[in-house]
């Protein structure tokens, strides 16, 4: 089984780039953030072409999530909602025996801001949802953009960025909560050096080419999925694209 996360900012702005990979890696599920569409304006005949069912909440520009998949996604949940916000940020399912969860968590801004507090409160919430829902014996695929450098290993200055927002301790107290319950970071399963990046900031003059990036999107599963799992690897080359995402593919695949 081979699954990918990509942060897509704009599906329609990044569809041909999406039906590319698509067509050339055969993913059975592929999770998509910021897909920035409203539903009824969601590509699902060209989605459907490809081979792929979608399952999809959107809002007009901003946010939206969804998964595509071989074969169609059961028991399907589209909200998580928060502090009485419900955003475009969330899609669970089960594909087969597995339980698949698709996060798009908040930015944050800045320490100290509202929207800080908002970005630790959802993290706070997918967590006891995934704890009261859940169990880490039972194989539990979480992807998506966590908005979160786990370790110094995960972006390309640490020290320019130690306490803002994306590399900051209480986030990072959050997402280690996440490990404790049971979930496996993939990727760092399998590698276990740095300079490995899911997203360059547009920015940056140059950024991509210097390699001047975070790991900030993850594939996470329980350990009955971890032990399957064979290799985790971040498709650069897409990221290299005319009018690219400002992130790129991250990919993993189990036995």
């Known amino acids: ?37 409203q ?35 059961t028991d399907v949940e589209t909200s998580l909602p928060v502090e009485d916000v419900d955003e475009a940020r969330f899609i669970s399912g089960r594909a087969g025996d597995i339980h698949v969860i698709n996060v798009y968590v908040p930015q944050g ?12 409160a959802w993290l706070d919430h997918l967590l006891r949802h995934i704890a009261d829902y859940y169990d880490p014996s039972s194989p ?21 960025f130690r306490g803002k927002v994306g590399f900051h301790p209480d986030e990072q107290a959050l997402l280690r909560r996440f490990f404790d319950w049971g979930l496996v970071d993939i990727f760092r399963k399998h590698v276990t ?28 599963a329980t350990a ?16 290299a694209m005319p009018k690219p995402s400002d992130h790129t593919f991250l990919v993993a695949e189990f036995e």
């Open 1 to 37: 089984m081979k699954v990918a996360t990509f942060n897509a900012n704009s599906i329609r702005a990044r569809l041909p780039v999406i039906l590319g990979w698509l067509k050339r890696e055969a993913p059975d599920i592929l999770f998509l953030q910021e897909t920035k569409v």
């Open 109 to 120: 801004f800045e320490p100290g801001s509202d929207k800080f507090r908002f970005k630790l």
């Open 140 to 160: 539990l695929l979480t992807a998506g953009d966590l908005n979160v450098a786990f370790t110094e290993m995960d972006l390309f200055d640490p020290e320019g």
């Open 39 to 73: 539903d009824v304006d969601f590509p699902v005949d060209s989605v459907k072409a490809a081979g792929y069912h979608a399952v999809f909440r959107g809002q007009k520009s901003y946010n939206g999530v969804a998964v595509l998949s071989k074969s169609p996604l």
């Open 224 to 239: 009955p999925l971890a032990e399957r799992s064979r290799s985790a690897w971040i498709d650069k080359k897409a990221r």
């Open 193 to 220: 050096e740095g300079d490995e990046y899911t997203f360059w900031d547009y920015r940056i003059p140059n950024g991509f080419k210097r390699n001047m990036g975070w790991r900030i999107d993850y594939i996470l």
